[in-house]
């Protein structure tokens, strides 16, 4: 019973961006883990159990420890397992990279969905706030492959998840080309050399199958 | 060249200005606070955080870092020579302090504010329930953290001390709670006394507003309009 190895556990969701660059911490660290799909919106016994606090997904399990929140995790990823950093070793780069990512989280995620389903100003007031926050991004990353540099890191997993590979599926859903490469060249190309790497492409929710829940999603909260 | 100048911009109330002021005591590094004129943003407060126009923001050699928590953390790597480590030393302990940072300003701080709006006395209940059940679980949080220690972070004040510490002023003005006292010594009795440890720290009394300026602050603040 008591072997000595180190045994890593994700409680995910599919279509959740926060579990979803969790998964891609642990790939770029090549840490092998065991993964549990929760059936959401049903939140199964164990994960009530794991995360009384917030009932959500991601929850990591490494041994006997329990970490709950993305960022958290990605953080305590990162200082776990040494070998391709993700965050950088600059404390001011690091401030800049925790700053946007939680920029990605409680700003963009909000303008860049809701409103945008139940557009209470119309919808071009709703898709050009949502442009003007993401155009802070787009100078964040000009000049650069990813945010991280020449590697993908932290903002390129909290934002990567978040944007191209969650809300970009809702706008296209709604018919809306947000990020358009005459406006934001620089992002388009972030999103190009994401394409491009491995450890990303295993992390995407498969495009059909996640647009056709996106568009379930969709409805549900335009009558809610 | 950019100086090694520190500045922050804040303003003498705020809690979450606070934090950042706290965590360069505890580094002994001396800084300029610069007010802000409350109602008003200054033009340097609005170049330096044209995201989020909001205080606090830390300018080190020229360069602003914004957002309270991420200021603590960026003191603590930045200096982290001159006082003991603001965050605990394990990956797992630190995870836990920033998951308790994250509650504290996502879940109840928005419940603590809500105190101020709620309107009649069932909905002031409730709300009071909700803030009592996360000081609950903050109580249990602190037990497991100290592990018997002083302070949240051990034997010195630390991320996690700071992070909720801010709040003890405002807490501390029971009329700005409807009278209600929330850190209680009754239902929790080991933040109860951290709190005075906290606020008797030296790092911290400089930068603690008293209780009766800052009730006299919050009374012209939150005056309602004459009906």
Request: one cysteine or more.
């Amino acid at each position: 019973m008591a072997k000595k190895e180190e045994r890593v556990k994700l409680l995910g969701f599919w279509i959740s961006p926060f579990s979803r660059r969790v998964e891609m911490a642990l790939k770029l660290k090549g840490v092998p883990y065991e993964y549990l799909e929760e059936e959401l919106p049903k939140k199964s016994p164990l994960l009530l159990e794991l995360n009384p606090v917030h009932k959500k997904v991601p929850v990591l399990v490494h041994n006997d420890k329990i970490l709950s929140e993305s960022h958290v995790i990605l953080e305590y990823i990162d200082q776990t397992w040494s070998n391709n950093p993700i965050l950088p070793q600059d404390p001011y780069e690091r401030a800049t990279a925790r700053f946007w990512a939680k920029f990605v989280d409680e700003q963009i995620l909000p303008a860049g969905f809701m409103p945008l389903v139940k557009p209470e100003k119309g919808i071009e007031v709703a898709i050009e706030e949502t442009r003007e926050l993401i155009m802070f991004l787009e100078k964040e990353v000009t000049g650069k492959d990813f945010f991280g540099g020449k590697t993908i890191g932290f903002l390129d997993m909290v934002a990567g998840t978040m944007i191209p590979f969650c809300l970009a599926r809702a706008w296209e859903c709604m018919g809306i080309d947000m990020i358009s490469e005459d406006k934001f060249p620089g992002l388009d190309r972030w999103i190009k050399k994401l394409n491009e790497v491995e450890i990303v492409r295993e992390c995407i929710p498969p495009k059909e199958k996640h647009i056709e829940r996106m568009n379930k999603i969709i409805e549900r909260s335009k009558s809610s | 060249m950019a100086s090694d100048e520190v500045k922050v911009i804040g303003a003498w109330a705020s809690p979450f200005v606070m934090r950042p002021r706290i965590a360069l005591n505890l580094k002994s590094v001396p800084y300029e606070f610069l007010q802000e004129t409350f109602g008003a943003k200054s033009e340097l407060l609005l170049k330096s955080n044209p995201v989020h126009k909001k205080i606090p923001v830390l300018i080190h050699a020229d360069k602003p870092v914004c957002e309270s928590n991420i200021i603590v953390e960026y003191v603590d790597e930045t200096w982290s020579a001159s006082g003991p480590s603001m965050l605990p030393s394990t990956p797992y302990d630190r995870a836990i302090a920033r998951f308790w940072a994250a509650y504290i300003d996502e879940k109840w701080f928005p419940s603590l504010k809500s105190i101020l709006k709620a309107e009649g006395e069932e909905e002031k209940k409730a709300v009071l329930a909700q803030v009592e059940e996360g000081n609950a679980l903050l109580e249990k949080a602190f037990n497991d953290c100290s592990k018997g220690k002083a302070f949240f972070n051990g034997e010195h004040i630390g991320y996690l001390d700071i992070a909720f510490g801010c709040f003890l002023a405002w807490l501390r003005g029971t009329a700005l709670a409807g009278g209600h006292k929330l850190i209680d010594e009754v239902k929790t009795p080991s933040l109860s006394k951290w709190a005075d440890r906290f606020c008797n720290d030296p790092a911290v009394k400089p930068v603690m507003p008293e209780t009766a300026t800052l009730a006299e602050f919050a009374k012209k603040i939150f005056a309602k309009p004459p009906a």
